[in-house]
């Protein structure tokens, strides 16, 4: 669940994909080749159908404009670096951003991975990563200020 999880903001949605990966996943069984591990196998069918789902529900590549949406918890007693906050602050970023972001950072991708699997340019592909990046930088920065009682 965890590799749909960091695609997929929607629990429920990301469960649903999961299941769909298991089902590819057992009636696939045969052609895995057992040249690399069973589980990165799993994992990449994983992130196929992640991205699937994004692509069926209207993934799109966004620009500037989505920036405004991004908005701050109102409210943190303290900040710390718990995967609950980390993902959340994850799940802030546009899907475009969020996707990218997750296959090079937490998933190792390289851009014109990135870019082949869905189907953009590599330099969308980095674009996108800055981007993610600046407003990943952007949140950490007002969750500490506002943490501190600085904002």
Known sequence: ???CRSYIKDLQFAE????SGFVKVF??????RHEGSFEGW??????????THLRKNQ???FDE???????PQSTVDSFDWD????????DALPD???TVFVLYAIDGYRHQEIAKELDISESTSKSQLFKARRLLQEQLKRQNSIGYGTE
């Open 1 to 3: 669940l965890g590799v």
């Open 96 to 98: 475009g951003y969020r």
């Open 83 to 90: 995967t609950e906050r980390i993902q959340s602050l994850i």
């Open 27 to 32: 009636k696939n069984l045969e052609t895995f």
């Open 42 to 51: 799993i994992r990449q069918i994983m992130v196929r159908e992640s991205i």
């Open 65 to 71: 404009t989505v920036l405004e949406k991004v908005h």
């Open 16 to 19: 649903d994909v999961m299941v």
């Open 59 to 61: 993934f799109v590549v």
